[in-house]
């Protein structure tokens, strides 16, 4: 069974037996970071008005990136056309907001509910051009997934995320 097929089993099952939605958020992100190799770093970013807010995350450290503007970065991009992003070569590109220096490349893909996007998986690699179309068909199967789950990040009572 390849990584991904693994990794997507593992997350079916994750979805299909947690109640709590904010549980199978955080587990999918630990599932993803822990389960690829070279997703290094792996967060979600809920839609809260105008801007993204930095839910749960794993990697080596937090980003300083924790409220990003819709339009603003490669993140921003995603969530504004509701298109997948993937960047070979984040110095190259001159909308990456740089969380860490060790960072090559980078997905993000946009997670949808009720044809809105409300909610997007960014992940980094240390490895230049880390993502291709296999990542982003599996990833975009994931964010499918999580969709409904992700409704969590707008109903917060005016109080930020807590990961």
């Known amino acids: 069974m390849s990584g991904y097929a693994a990794a997507l089993q593992a997350i079916e099952q994750l979805v299909a037996t947690q109640p709590e939605s904010d549980e199978i958020v ?14 290094s770093w792996v967060g979600i970013y809920f839609v809260e008005e105008d801007d993204l807010v930095l839910g749960p995350w794993n990697g080596p450290s937090a980003t300083e990136h924790v409220r990003i503007p819709i339009g603003e970065g490669v993140c921003g991009a995603a969530a504004a056309s509701g298109v997948t992003e993937i960047v070979d070569d984040v ?7 740089a969380c860490f220096a060790s960072t090559r490349s980078e997905i993000v893909v946009p997670i949808h509910y009720e044809g809105l996007v409300v909610a997007e998986i960014d992940i980094d690699s240390d490895r230049p051009a880390a993502f291709g179309p296999a990542d982003r068909a599996f990833l975009e199967t994931v964010a499918a997934l999580l969709g409904p ?10 109080e930020p995320w807590e990961p």
């Open 26 to 39: 955080r587990g999918t992100v630990d599932l993803l970071h822990d389960m690829l190799e070279d997703y």
């Open 91 to 97: 110095n190259a590109d001159p909308r990456y907001l």
């Open 149 to 158: 789950h992700c409704l969590v990040g707008w109903d917060t009572g005016g």
